[in-house]
């Protein structure tokens, strides 16, 4: 890829994972109360 | 766990003679092929003699002990050329991530040589061989319909009451989670290098879902190894167009489709990945290598069911269930998961991430594989092979989506997902600091709370495994209804008969037959006349039921009974948090003989 692509996807694939791993707070919320 | 040992040393063994025509190029591959292909040969003669009424421990100690013994004798060489690791010269994170793995193998262990609990495996998983044992054939189980599932772990399950006894039995499926291990390790290495395979091992084994599954009598973990060694060798005839890993693929492939009727999705997926990756090779020849040995290894199933029922899916895609329990299975097929609809499709990321426990412990399932293997995208070289296998995990997963969304049945896909999500971990680990910074910390702390909620898993197998709780106590507070099972042990005669609707069936000593759990047997609205003749054609002396089953308790108003005994059970919600869902009593009837 280009430079201007591969900062895109670097951007994108940064912004997804931290989209993710905010999605799975609300599961470990959830998850450390059922264990707790 | 020594006869552990020795069984994959004699899986070896076996699999070392059928694949000395089909050996590997990659040394490596070549080993877990061999351990592969014997596991499922096993299966296969057992089966066989299962058939044929010929199950004897004898014969099977003395074919297994021939095995162990060929595999030592090719497995010494084999391990004096083999090349180890030098650990010394490994980074620290690696070091760690090994030590995670080493700490997750001895809990599976610790787990596995606890008494059986887990409620499938005392329906079926583990019920069903207890009966093949007993009777010293494989007989039909009409009562439970997944026990026409093809069967090829749940009989290595039998073939470890054979060796030892339920708990030895236990134990095929954690071997086969640890050759997926094994596989899903190599083939990273062989891709992308020695910190993406530690890192692969870790997302796909380092989780609590897959502690579960790998220490519950599941078939998943055997599907997943079926599945990474099928995909490994397609790579390997991909790679270097060894037409043995076309046939090997095609093998390990039949494999999964012998193992349960979802690896017949997997084999589906697959077989789309490698047209999609080497469609420009395809040809008859081509597929023949790949078709043909999965047809022969899975056909025996299939075939045993179209003898049995008429229908070699049984009781699936052409039906042959009463009405009732055809409603029962499609209800519970149905259950699971948040819906059916486009907009359930779309949200499913969203939902198997932040709200994953209507999955049926999908809660429990590492994060790493939905945040990073869609970075592979970013970080691999060969883009077209990664869309490939998103591909063919798209289509798996729109046939799990319309079928049945349990969680556990996302493992066949999980040692691709765990090496895609490795190199993309890796790739955006190195594209920056921040990418580093986010990617250390989302996998750190993925690892850790999973290892959190896998100690506490653990944990309740411990006293028991050490000795220091007596298993009677230890059943007593993890299987639902036990202390019914322990009266009718206690009090019935061998040449008595119970039907009951208990689940734990595995401790029931005395025969028994159920009144069908998705099973073809005496539905809770049948009148008097079918529930005589059920109890008649079954030789039922005794019907084990609860006082709150209103349907059970007038059916047993048809019969000449007498209540007695009341037995105060308790049913399990979650072994792990030890919630009990309800306590009752469980009314046991004598049915007058002649009935």
């Known amino acids: 890829l280009r430079e201007p692509q591969r900062q895109i996807s670097y951007v994108v694939a940064l912004a997804w994972v931290l989209f993710a791993l905010a999605l799975y707070g609300f599961q470990l919320i959830e998850l450390v109360g059922e264990l707790g | ?595």
């Open chain 2, 1 to 595: 766990v020594a006869l552990a040992a020795v069984t994959v040393v004699a899986w070896f063994g076996l699999g070392s003679l059928l694949l000395a025509a089909l050996k590997s190029g990659d040394t490596r591959l070549d080993a877990l092929n061999r351990i592969g292909a014997g596991a499922i040969a096993f299966a296969l003669l057992t089966f066989g003699a299962g058939w044929a009424g010929v199950l004897h421990p004898i014969v099977y100690l003395a074919v297994f002990a021939s095995a162990a013994a060929v595999g030592v004798a090719l497995g010494v060489p084999f391990l004096k050329r083999a090349r180890f690791p030098r650990i010394r010269t490994w980074r620290r994170w690696q070091l760690a991530v090994l030590a995670l793995l080493g700490v997750y193998v001895a809990l599976a262990v610790l787990s596995t040589c606890a008494p059986i609990s887990s409620p499938d495996a005392l329906l079926y998983h583990a019920a069903d061989p207890a009966l093949f044992e007993n009777a010293g054939r494989i007989v039909e189980v009409p009562w439970n319909s997944s026990s026409y599932e093809p069967f090829t772990v749940e009989i290595l399950v039998l073939d470890g009451f054979f060796l030892w006894d339920a708990v030895q039995g236990a134990f095929a499926p954690l071997l086969l989670a640890l050759v997926a291990l094994a596989a899903v390790i190599g083939f990273a290495e062989r891709l992308a290098g020695r910190s993406a395979a530690l890192l692969a091992g870790a997302i796909f084994f380092a989780q609590p879902f897959m502690l579960w599954e790998s220490t519950s009598v599941f078939i998943e973990p055997g599907l997943a190894c079926a599945v990474a060694l099928s995909a490994w060798n397609l790579a390997r005839f991909v790679r270097y167009s060894e037409r043995n890993a076309l046939e090997l693929a095609g093998l390990f492939a039949g494999g999964a489709a012998g193992m349960k009727y979802l690896g017949l999705i997997a084999v589906l997926a697959i077989a789309s990945v490698g047209v999609i990756v080497a469609w420009q090779r395809l040809n008859v020849r081509a597929a023949l290598a790949f078709s043909l040995p999965a047809v022969a290894v899975a056909l025996p199933w299939y075939v045993k069911n179209a003898v049995l029922t008429g229908n070699p899916f049984y009781p699936h895609i052409f039906g042959g269930l009463n009405a009732y329990a055809s409603a029962e299975l499609d209800r519970a097929m149905k259950s699971f998961g948040h819906g059916h609809g486009l907009q359930d499709f779309v949200l499913l990321p969203v939902r198997l991430l932040a709200d994953a426990e209507p999955f049926d412990g999908g809660e429990f399932v590492s994060p790493i594989f939905l945040a990073f293997a869609p970075v592979a995208f970013l970080a691999a070289r060969d883009r077209r092979t990664v869309a490939a296998v998103w591909a063919g995990g798209l289509l798996y997963v729109t046939a799990w989506f319309a079928t049945t969304q349990q969680a556990r049945f996302l493992v066949p896909l999980m040692p691709a997902l765990a090496v895609l999500a490795a190199v993309g971990a890796l790739g955006l680990a190195q594209r920056g600091r921040l990418g580093r910074v986010v990617t250390a910390g989302a996998v750190g702390v993925s690892l850790v709370v999973g290892l959190g909620a896998s100690i506490i898993y653990a944990a309740q197998f411990a006293p028991v495994t050490v000795g220091a709780e007596s298993r009677e106590a230890f059943l007593r507070q993890k299987v639902s209804l036990y202390d019914g099972i322990e009266w009718l042990n206690r009090n019935l005669d061998p040449d008595d008969k119970v039907a009951t609707t208990a689940w734990a069936l595995l401790y029931l000593d005395v025969p028994y037959t159920t009144f069908g759990t998705m099973g073809d047997l005496l539905p809770p609205e049948a009148g008097a006349m079918a529930t005589r003749s059920f109890v008649r054609s079954h030789g039922v002396s005794h019907v084990a039921v609860l006082a709150g089953d209103s349907e059970r308790l007038r059916q047993v108003g048809y019969l000449d009974a007498r209540l007695v005994a009341r037995v105060r059970v308790k049913s399990i919600r979650s072994r792990t948090r030890g919630d009990i869902a309800f306590h009752q009593e469980m009314l046991i009837w004598a049915v007058r003989r002649g009935e």
